[in-house]
Nanobody, 127 residues
């Protein structure tokens, strides 16, 4: 199993960006894909998560209403649409396969249970 992120870029405040997480190989018995980010000097935090079985999505409070996670099963890809971005959204974004989505309401640094990470993609929000 390999998770390949793409789509990271330099974007101006207020702009939009779409990240992709392509699954190469078998997801085995993982049930969800989550997105995490890590800014320099800070701990990694969970941003969003989607369940394969029903498409249910979860978001941390700071991105609710701005970010949307979705999946395209035919393309084996999970997307993170980022709108109205700000400097606080800068960081390396990682997707991860897991057994269950992380709980929102606190800073999640990994999935509960197993976490299989991608290599990350850089997002920089700057004028």
């Amino acid at each position: 199993l390999q998770l390949v992120e793409s789509g990271g870029d330099l974007v101006q405040p207020g702009g939009s960006l779409r990240l992709s997480c392509t699954v190469v190989g078998s997801l085995e018995d993982y049930s969800v894909i989550g997105w995490f980010r890590q800014a320099p000097g800070t701990e990694r935090e969970g941003v969003s998560c989607i369940e394969f079985s029903n498409g249910r999505a979860y978001y941390t409070d700071s991105v609710k209403g701005r970010f949307t996670v979705s999946r395209d099963n035919a393309k084996n890809t999970v997307y993170l649409q980022m709108n109205s971005v700000g400097p606080g959204d800068t960081g390396v974004y990682y997707c991860a396969a897991g057994d269950a989505c992380f709980a929102t309401g606190y800073r999640a640094t990994k999935m509960p249970g197993r976490t299989h990470w991608g290599q990350g993609t850089q997002v920089t929000v700057s004028p």
